[in-house]
Each structure stands twice: as structure tokens, then as C-alpha cells.
């Protein structure tokens, strides 16, 4: 039997398809492999000049900008979606509205070596990344024309990574995407009818009732969302209520690099290295959204393909069922 399910936050419906049922070992593997070392690689140290130059980095022995000696750069991405320079004027032809191209596009590397991932690279190391992305973050929000900063990841070519040395992306916008401004509204419903922040409600639901909880650490809970749209989808959701990534706490940071690396550490166990897209969601930057929206991080492996359906309805059809993905992360201990 199928089942229908409602996401309580964004009212997306999704088909658990339990008779269409894929176990980990069913789904067909693109494995991420990553030599040891690429010589072409611009995110190598010694390629420093291969990229523009560093926005941020550190450097725990003082080199200078722009040489070896850092544990993590930020860089202007080469080939930006958006840019920064100019004007955002608004202007439209009739019906149809347009503005210009403007905002940021950065690259986060996140290691010296070549071939470490998140999942390898220890806490320390990703608690690093962490900071790097809640200090782009605090700087760029300073730039009024940006109303969104999203920050996200691609791992493994099938995720859409051009790279394979590892790093994340952070985008900021002129506008807020819908899929985020579909989290607000349903969050800011559920608000104005239960008074409560519906993720704060979720969490206390999964921690009650263990199903689909996969691991917690002091301050942060991973579990397999009610209706996922994918197969072991993962949210990694702070206890503490707050709207905005970038006012985490220190032990918040700390919490979440542990849990993040074990995640992806269980994933790579169950999944045989998958590709996935991480993502962080956080409430908008002008947006009085403290008391009813809850930050997260979403972690999606790339196990199906999106088709015609899923175009044509916005229902996601998904042959694995949250309990059982959460089951099975939850006993491959990475
Ligand atoms: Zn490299
Ligand atoms: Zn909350
Ligand atoms: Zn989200």
C-alpha cells in the first residue's frame, strides 16, 4: 500500500510508495570516489592563483593571503550566478517582472586535502566550516540589497558538484526563494493558530515518539522528516529555538559539526558513499520571523531521479519510508 503524506510545515504532500519498496542496497550507486590528489585541482594549496582572491581564510601560522598555509578559504566563486556590483532596480515589461543580477557567490573550501570530505575531516575541521559560513553570513547581511542568504553543498558529480575537492557554496539574493518562503508561511500559520513554532513542535513530537529519530547530540536532533520527499532525507534541527543560523551559539556550532560528521559518516556507511545536497535554512534577513521559524539543516542523498510526476504535481514520490531510513541510520553507527 501507498501511503499520502502532508508535510506539517510547507502542506507538500508526498507518495511513500512502500509497494514500489527500496531497501539501502536497491538503489542504483553512483559512489563518490576522490583520488588522493588532482594536479589541476584550483582549491589545492600552491594553486592559490587559480582562484580570485581569498574573502576569508584561516591561517593558523600567519601565512599571507592569497599562498599555502590555510586550513579554509572562502573565494569568489569563478563563475558567479549572480554578481555583486550595480544597482537593484526593478523593472518589468507589462505582465512580466525582472531586476537585475545582483548579489554574492562564494565558495567555501573547507580543507587543504584534497581528498577529505565532511564525513573525514573531523569535528574540529567542520565546526571550522561552520564559523566561516556564520561570518559570511554576518558580513553580507551589512548589504541591503540582499534579502536571502542560502548556503549550501554539492558532493559528488550526480549532486551537481563541478569540483571534487570539498566545499560549499553561499549565494545571497535580492529576493527569498519559494521553497523557503513556502517554510515561512506554513510556519507563520501554524504560529497564528497553536501560538507555537512548528519545528520546536516536531522535535518535541520525534523525540516522544523515537520512530524516525536517528541521533541527538546536547543541542541538536537528526531525524528523518514525516513526509520526505527523497530516501533518507535528514533534518538536523537545533533544540533551542532560534530563527536565524547565524545567531547559534558556540556550543551550537560545536553540536552540529558532531552530528553532521556522524550523519554523513552513517550515510556513507548504509549508502556506499552516496552524492548528496546539504543545505542550511535559515529565516530571511528583513523578516521579523523569531518567533515562529527554526533554522535547520537538510541533507539529501541522491538516490532517485525526479520525473515527469514530480514535474507536472510538486508531489514527491518516495519508495523509502522515513521509519524505515531512520532505522537504518540509526543502527550503522559510522
Ligand atoms: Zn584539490
Ligand atoms: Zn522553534
Ligand atoms: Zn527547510
Redesign the pocket.
Known amino acids: 500500500m501507498s501511503e499520502l503524506r502532508k508535510d506539517p510545515v510547507t502542506g507538500r504532500w508526498v507518495i511513500i510508495s512502500t509497494d514500489r519498496r527500496k531497501r539501502p542496497t536497491d538503489f542504483r550507486r553512483e559512489s563518490v570516489h576522490i583520488p588522493p590528489?588532482?594536479s589541476s585541482?584550483?582549491?589545492?594549496?600552491g594553486?592559490e592563483h587559480m582562484t580570485q582572491h581569498e574573502i576569508l581564510a584561516h591561517r593558523p601560522h600567519g601565512s599571507h593571503a592569497n599562498t599555502p598555509g590555510w586550513d579554509l578559504r572562502v573565494v569568489p566563486n569563478q563563475f558567479p550566478v549572480l554578481r555583486v556590483e550595480g544597482n537593484l532596480d526593478r523593472h518589468g515589461e507589462g505582465l512580466f517582472d525582472k531586476m537585475a543580477g545582483i548579489g554574492a557567490h562564494e565558495v567555501i573550501?573547507e580543507t587543504?586535502?584534497?581528498?577529505q570530505t565532511m564525513a573525514t575531516m573531523g569535528d574540529a575541521a567542520v565546526e571550522q566550516v561552520l564559523w566561516a559560513f556564520r561570518e559570511r553570513v554576518r558580513d553580507l547581511k551589512n548589504d541591503r540589497r540582499f534579502r536571502y542568504i542560502i548556503i549550501f553543498k554539492n558532493h559528488g558529480g550526480a549532486a551537481g558538484a563541478s569540483?571534487?575537492?570539498?566545499h560549499s557554496q553561499l549565494i545571497a539574493l535580492p529576493i527569498v526563494p519559494r521553497e523557503v518562503k513556502d517554510e515561512v508561511d506554513g510556519a507563520r500559520t501554524h504560529y497564528t493558530f497553536k501560538e507555537r513554532c512548528v519545528f520546536c513542535d516536531i522535535i518535541r513530537q520525534e523525540t516522544d515518539d523515537e520512530k524516525r529519530m536517528i541521533a541527538e547530540t546536547g543541542d541538536m536532533v537528526a531525524i528523518s522528516p514525516y513526509a520526505p520527499r527523497f530516501p533518507f532525507e535528514t533534518w538536523i534541527l537545533p533544540k533551542r529555538h532560534q530563527a536565524h543560523y547565524e545567531d547559534a551559539s558556540r556550543p551550537e556550532y560545536a553540536s552540529l559539526a558532531r552530528l553532521l560528521g556522524d550523519i554523513l559518516r552513517r550515510m556513507n556507511k548504509v549508502l556506499q558513499n552516496p552524492p548528496y545536497n546539504l543545505l542550511i535554512h535559515s529565516a530571511p534577513l528583513s523578516e521579523p520571523a523569531g518567533d515562529f521559524y527554526h533554522w535547520h539543516v537538510e541533507i539529501i542523498p541522491k538516490l532517485t531521479k525526479v520525473a515527469g510526476f514530480e514535474w507536472a504535481t510538486g508531489f514527491y514520490l518516495n519508495p523509502t519510508s522515513p521509519e524505515e531510513a531512520a532505522a537504518v541510520l540509526r543502527d550503522a553507527r559510522g
Open positions: 590528489e588532482n585541482c584550483p582549491f589545492c594549496p594553486h573550501i587543504p586535502r584534497h581528498d569540483l571534487e575537492h570539498s
